[in-house]
């Protein structure tokens, strides 16, 4: 079977944008699910995809919370939409 690795990038996790990082964190859950890696470097794939979770969980808030200060009392749910 042809391992497959992860492509990491240059920049830091703080750098990435959102589509970066997620792109990276895709790729270390199919090589974790996919091969029988040594310990210690799933070890370092999970550690690494842990701290890219955070860096999207927190690239999200941050659009959440400049959407919410761009539209003010104008943001309308889908569901009041839908009428």
């Known amino acids: 079977m042809a391992k497959t690795s992860v492509k990491k990038s240059e920049k830091?996790?703080?750098?990435?944008t959102y589509e970066e990082?997620?792109?990276e964190l895709e790729q270390i859950v199919e090589v974790l699910e996919g091969e029988?890696?040594?310990?210690?470097?799933?070890?370092?794939?999970?550690?690494?995809?842990q701290a890219?979770?955070?860096q999207c969980g927190a690239l999200?808030?941050?659009?959440?919370?400049?959407?919410?200060?761009?539209?003010g009392d104008s943001l309308v749910?889908?569901?009041e939409d839908s009428e």
């Open 12 to 16: 830091s996790i703080e750098e990435l």
């Open 21 to 23: 990082a997620l792109v």
């Open 36 to 49: 029988q890696n040594p310990l210690e470097e799933s070890m370092k794939l999970f550690e690494r995809g």
């Open 52 to 54: 890219l979770v955070r």
């Open 60 to 71: 999200l808030e941050s659009a959440q919370l400049k959407v919410q200060k761009l539209a």
């Open 77 to 79: 749910g889908f569901e």
